[in-house]
């Protein structure tokens, strides 16, 4: 890493780019509502309009300052943690997680739970056979009969389903 | 008050107290793993205790996690060097060379009673301080609220650590989406869409599962390896030397009771977590000691005064949410939220209708610290066993439960919506600097904010800045934030050298 001139933090700036922009959707969409409900609303906008601006020029300060330095910063914000080797990048971790979340959706947690954990567990994780096995039993039983059996709590079917 | 009192300690019942020992043994499971922390437990469960028939025991079971997770964490600390969470690193300067010199032992059995110590000392100063709150809170109206719930999020925005104008804007962001569905006193709908799901408005649990459980379970996914990274053989027997670490902390009584008490002062004062509590107790204990040089090298004062300042700040971090209903931290912000769903309000009516409630937090915070600590003792081997799980058998158990904890509170396909972008919102936000902690204080502190805002203009317009309670509380607030700001110039101007502020402080913290 090191500093260079002119560099931006394009990750922040779309963060900060996105929150900017939301509540300036919010602060147009308030326009419509009665004046007492409009008011708070036009309140916390603004004030994230106004911090946001003040963000952006802070980040774009030094494209537009000549002389500024910016710290040059990796695109995976997270990998500067030292000590841990990293298994997985940004974008596959990103990909499990939604690996589950899109197979729930469409199928329900019946289906979606124990295939997510065994493709998980053997393809990223590397484990054995009988690791996922034992897991994916060990999961599925506590969701079935503890959540499900003994606390009535409901299954997702999915929308397919 | 003392039929509360005594109201409040009937309502544990064995079937109470024999959740509230589960709900101790799955937190002190999860503040061992380090990364997970206090604030996992408290999102991962609170879902399934809000179905419960019975409310006070839902209060009990979140109060018991609340009140142990940094019993757990000192664990990782001492054996491997490697805190289960931030509030734990004080713990790590002398339990670590401890253990290297073979008194892993006699580490974690201070550590262990230091922070039942802390933990009771400070439930039992909650209920002290209580009566004398008790007036101050019935004294103030609509306009004192308005201006204390919006200067206590700017407070924990910028004295928080990190990115000031991150948090301010976290914060902010909070407040925005807490606008989302019924206007609560005109039912007019907002920034709804076409979505009969948002009429409700973002349900909290889960935002706060994808938030904190499923961001970190992404950061997790990153990693290979175990939590410890060395062999199973190669640990150290955490057994040896145990009950002399017992005896230490009532051999050092006074690191004891000086650490419970900055504790407790720390978590009175929204916005310190407990990182602040442990390293402030942690530096106070060194510099007063008569043998300096033995800090960093093992020295049992050290760990100590760490982990009673870590337990008791729960105690303190009581206080402003229970008497004010303002949270000082993100897991106060959702224990506030839920005590809500549970048809328990902080405020005045915690302190007189429902004063049996708040002795119930008193005693369970008491008894969860006890619990804890005798768990852990009895079981601190194979509790260190499971930090040599790999984290990618950890983390798809982990994310499965927390995906479903999320659809399980209301049944509803939107809520699996929410967890999944709040768990990548989250991670943006960990990994880009901007504060978690102060989103989700501005997220639980929205509608009351805007309920006391609107009365108060209704009441008074404007004027209500003439008010004395409004003037009093702005001008404690001005002199807190100016006081650091004017000593960091001085500092300045002399040549010290500030201390790094670019790392924003983690989310973890509570």
């Known amino acids: 890493m090191g500093e260079s001139q002119g560099r931006i933090d394009t990750q922040k700036l779309a963060m900060t780019l996105a929150v900017t922009l939301i509540a300036g959707v919010m602060l147009w969409q308030a326009g419509d509502f009665p004046d007492r409900v409009a008011l708070f609303p036009i309140a916390i906008t603004t004030i994230i309009l106004v911090l946001g601006i003040a963000d952006l020029l802070r980040i774009l300060r030094p494209a537009v300052m000549p002389g500024a330095a910016a710290r040059a910063v990796s695109t995976d914000g997270m990998a500067q943690e030292a000590g841990a080797p990293r298994a997985t990048s940004m974008a596959g971790a990103i990909a499990w997680f939604l690996g589950l979340i899109i197979p729930t959706l469409l199928v329900g947690f019946l289906i979606a739970v ?15 056979w009988r690791t996922v096995a034992i897991s994916v039993v060990a999961v599925w039983s506590v969701i079935y009969f503890i959540f499900v059996g003994l606390l009535n709590l409901p299954l997702y079917d999915g929308l397919l389903l | 008050m003392i039929d509360a009192m005594i109201e409040g300690l009937l309502h544990i019942d064995p079937l109470t107290l024999g959740l509230m020992s589960i709900a101790v043994v799955f937190s002190t499971i999860i503040a061992v793993i380090p990364g997970l922390g206090g604030i996992f437990a408290l999102v991962l469960v609170m879902p399934f205790t809000l179905t419960l028939d019975n409310p006070i025991m839902a209060v009990a079971i979140l109060v018991s996690i609340t009140a142990v997770t940094g019993n757990g964490d000192s664990v990782t600390g001492i054996l491997f ?27 974690i059995g201070a550590a262990l009673t230091a922070a039942a110590v802390g933990g009771v000392i400070g439930g039992i100063v909650l209920a002290v301080l209580i009566p004398v709150v008790r007036p101050l809170v019935l004294l103030i109206g609509p306009a004192e609220f308005t201006v204390l719930i919006a200067t206590a999020l700017v407070f924990v925005s910028t004295i928080g650590g990190g990115d000031t104008l991150r948090s301010l804007m976290a914060g902010a962001s909070g407040l925005a989406v807490s606008l989302v569905g019924q206007e609560p006193s005109t039912a007019a709908l907002r920034y709804t869409g076409e979505s009969l799901y948002l009429f409700g408005g973002i349900r909290l649990v889960p935002l706060m599962i994808g938030l904190f459980a499923v961001a970190e379970m992404i950061k997790l996914t990153q990693q290979s390896g175990s939590i410890a990274n060395i062999e199973p053989g190669e640990a150290v027997d955490p057994r040896k030397g145990m009950k002399r670490g017992v005896l230490d902390v009532f051999r050092y009584w006074r690191a004891t009771l000086e650490s419970s008490l900055t504790g407790l002062g720390i978590g009175i004062v929204p916005g310190m977590g407990g990182d602040v509590a442990s390293l402030l107790a942690y530096s106070r204990v060194s510099r007063f000691a008569k043998e300096k040089e033995r800090f960093g090298k093992g020295a049992v004062e050290g760990v100590i005064a760490s982990d009673a300042a870590q337990n008791s700040k729960s105690g303190g971090a009581f206080v402003p949410t229970l008497a004010f209903g303002v949270p000082g931290s993100a897991s106060m912000a959702i224990m506030l939220s839920a005590f809500a769903s549970l048809g328990f309000f902080p405020g005045e009516a ?91 204080i501005g997220f639980v502190l929205g509608a009351p904010l805007e309920r006391q805002f609107l009365l108060t203009q209704r009441l008074y317009g404007w004027s209500f800045i003439e008010r004395p309670g409004v003037q009093i509380i702005l001008a404690i607030f001005a002199l807190s934030i100016l006081i650091p700001l004017v000593r960091r110039v001085i500092r300045r101007r002399e040549g010290a050298v500030d201390l790094p502020t670019a790392t924003p402080r983690s989310e973890e913290v509570e």
């Open chain 1, 114 to 128: 124990p295939v997510y954990m065994a493709l998980s567990l053997r393809l990223q994780g590397k484990h054995s």
């Open chain 2, 81 to 107: 060097g490697v805190p289960g969470s931030p509030t734990g690193l004080a713990t790590v300067f002398d339990g670590y060379p401890m253990a290297q010199n073979g008194e892993a032992g006699r580490a």
């Open chain 2, 350 to 440: 915690m302190l007189t209708t429902d004063l049996d409630i708040f002795w119930l937090v008193v005693w369970a915070l008491i008894i969860a610290n006890l619990m804890a600590t005798g768990l852990i003792l009895a079981v601190v081997k194979p509790l260190a066993q499971l930090t040599f799980v790999k984290t990618s058998l950890l983390v798809p158990p982990i994310l499965v439960i927390s995906v479903y904890g999320s659809f399980a509170s209301t049944n509803h396909v939107g809520d699996i919506l929410t967890v999944a972008a709040a768990g990548l919102i989250g991670y943006a936000m960990m990994a880009l600097g901007y504060s978690r902690t102060t989103f989700v």
